[in-house]
């Protein structure tokens, strides 16, 4: 366990249901991590991965992976997947981080219309 720890990325945090969680499963956070930090270089995000196993009696056992992404600017992103297969689900909570940091970034990026302007004042 020592050795799997010291090769994590930094602001990375993984926890969750030890029975869930493997050394595969780990590797493939780890990567899935690094793929993240190099689509989004200039953003420090701070990652919190947790994976846990669920009983639904309407769909039986699926595994959960939540990723929380807290960026330096005090927002924060959270995102939920639930699959059959936990390699899945953390792909899949990671393809969806991606969106949601796009989604964010996208958003500071646009100009901001001025304070004072309604939308009766703009004519519309």
């Known amino acids: 366990m020592a050795k799997t720890e010291a090769t994590l990325p930094p602001n990375l945090h993984i926890g969750g249901d ?3 969680l493997d050394r595969a499963l780990r590797r493939l956070i ?3 991590t690094r793929q993240l930090r190099e689509r989004f270089p200039d ?3 701070d990652l919190r991965v947790r994976i846990g196993e669920e009983f639904d009696p309407a ?3 699926q595994i959960r992976c ?3 992404a ?3 600017d005090r927002r924060q992103v959270v995102v ?3 699959r059959k297969e936990a390699r899945q689900a953390i792909t899949e909570a990671f393809a969806a981080t991606k969106v949601q940091l796009r989604r964010l970034r996208r958003r500071s990026i646009l100009p901001m219309g001025p304070a004072g302007t309604t939308l009766s004042a703009a004519g519309i």
């Open 18 to 20: 030890m029975l869930a």
């Open 30 to 32: 780890v990567a899935e």
């Open 43 to 45: 953003q420090t995000v």
């Open 59 to 61: 769909r039986g056992h």
């Open 66 to 68: 939540e990723v929380v």
């Open 70 to 72: 807290s960026l330096v």
């Open 80 to 82: 939920r997947e639930f």
